[in-house]
């Protein structure tokens, strides 16, 4: 008979971890979604957008560090990190209600300087929690199979509370407008942020580690080649993707109704789900790297076919953008395989295993990745003669302008990050081979004899 797994934890306190992730992501995706599209609508330029969005994820980007230094050094009461997830509870619903209630009066020079505000109040409020809201689970329990529940359990909720985002918020804001709006969801977000201040307990004291600095993290890549060349690659294949930042005005402009803005959503985000399910049977029977590129051209492929057929035809449009998210998920879904290989390089490179420093390097350049991609996007609007304001019909060469960059921009930065990947050497067999050595299993010599190439 199978023993029952033993928890130290209550189920109202796993589940106060999920429902905190899922308050918190209401606001992520409130802001990346459509924080953009509110802005322009209340008559601020797509390239004052642009820069706002690049100012505030660049002091994203380097505020992490500094907050990861705070929540180790500052002993508030209540615990580590449990106070630092209670402000947040509070400060980011706060801080998201601020960005959409702009003074509609106001000077655009006012609407700008208000928005900018708002929304470095609101990515510090954000960053306040993002080291406690995953660390606290290692601080709750000392058990890899109940953190493993926990962070599963966190996955479904954000998937949840995207969803949620991606329905509501094109049904509410028309007619209540995006002030109601985001109150609404913010009330959500603070009611279930909330469970986690009160029901969790933190039991353990993890051991300390050190955050990575923007230094180790520039040494990581220098160091190891292949975390910079699949760095890079990932950068550039990013960097273009303008489809999340032009998604609200695809469906408004070109599509001709903000509800097709769900449509849209749901058509990016509902396969993911089950690619994540089908990808680890699938790299059992494939090579990492083959499985990369055949499905990276695959979605190349179907991102051409969607924007020669155009957007006259919903139905078929809609169809198209499941299949190719089929394929960009896949490939999606393996970067942090590709990091962990790196992390294997590097160790029988250097002898040192710098896996912290490494993820730490993918979440940096993601950051810097939302940033550039954000900015260009609204910038590439502002090039196509986009005009602000809220219900402006636009010109037949602007609305024929966002659909290129919507359709052409994916796949220019995915042509581009394949010739980068031209010269990673990384393979499976090998990076068992360098697995085996770094453990001890087999010595140098006997790695080096059994690679399929030269490393």
Sequence with gaps: MKQKKQFTTSRMERTSVGLYAFGTILSYYMIMSYLQLYMTDIGISAVAVGLVFMFAKV?????????????????????????????STVAIPLTTILLFIVPANASVQAKIIWSSVAYVLWDTAYTMCDVPMNAIVTAMTESTFERNKMYSLNAFF???????????????YPAIGWGTTAIILSVISMVTMAFVGVKAKERFTPAREEEASVKDIVLSLVRNK??????????????????????????????????YITLLSLASAVPVLFVVLFVPRLLEKTEKFTTYIVTRVATILVSLVIYLVGYQNVGLLLGLIVIKTLFSSVWGIMAVMFIADCVEYGQYLTGERNQGIAFATKAFTNKIIVAITGALGMFGLAACGFIEGEGVVQSTHTVQGIWTLYGLGPIVGSVLSMLILIAYKLRDADVKTMIRCNSGEITREEAEAAFTRKF
């Design 59 to 87: 002091w994203d980007a380097v505020n992490d560090p500094i907050f990861g230094v705070m929540v180790d050094k500052i002993n508030l009461k209540g615990g580590k990190y449990r106070p630092w997830l209670r402000i």
């Design 158 to 172: 954000v998937y949840l509370g995207g969803l949620l985002v991606a329905i509501s918020v094109p049904m509410l």
């Design 226 to 259: 292949y975390l910079l060349i699949y760095t890079l690659s990932a950068v550039v294949g990013s960097i273009f993707d303008f489809t999340g930042t032009l998604n609200a005005y695809v469906a408004i402009h070109c599509l001709g109704d903000q509800s």
